[in-house]
């Protein structure tokens, strides 16, 4: 099993940045790592994604332009850079890897999430 935690939340007013990282116990079998988020009374929505093995990405139209996904190998670390956040940003974070080939489909393991919050 992988340990997944989340680091990095925050309160942040409209406009600024935070960077979130994320942390795995291991890397074995993991395909891609994402992030993804849930606000109060919303689902969970996809954020980004990250082929562990190169530097694929895939983003939520939401957040193109100003998070950025980005990964350590080495140092077993994810971040996600959040640059000009905006109060729609506010949510919990989660970190989570993929154990199965290609960047669709569910994700397997998870953190505990980090929280988010923008003031205006």
């Known amino acids: 099993q992988v340990q997944v935690v989340e680091s990095g939340g925050g309160l942040v007013q409209a406009g600024g940045s935070l960077r979130l990282s994320c942390a795995v116990s291991?890397?074995?079998?993991?395909?891609?790592m994402g992030w993804f988020r849930q606000a109060p009374g919303k689902e969970r929505e996809f954020v980004a994604t990250i082929d562990w093995n190169d530097d694929t990405t895939f983003y939520a139209d939401s957040v193109k332009g100003r998070l950025t996904i980005s990964k350590d190998n080495a140092k077993n670390l994810v971040y996600l850079q959040m640059n000009v956040l905006k109060p729609e940003d506010a949510a919990v974070y989660y970190c989570?890897?993929?154990?199965?080939?290609?960047?669709?489909?569910?994700?397997?393991?998870w953190g505990q999430g980090t929280q988010v919050t923008v003031s205006s």
């Open positions: 989570a890897t993929k154990q199965t080939y290609g960047p669709r489909g569910p994700y397997d393991y």
């Open positions: 291991h890397t074995f079998g993991i395909y891609y």
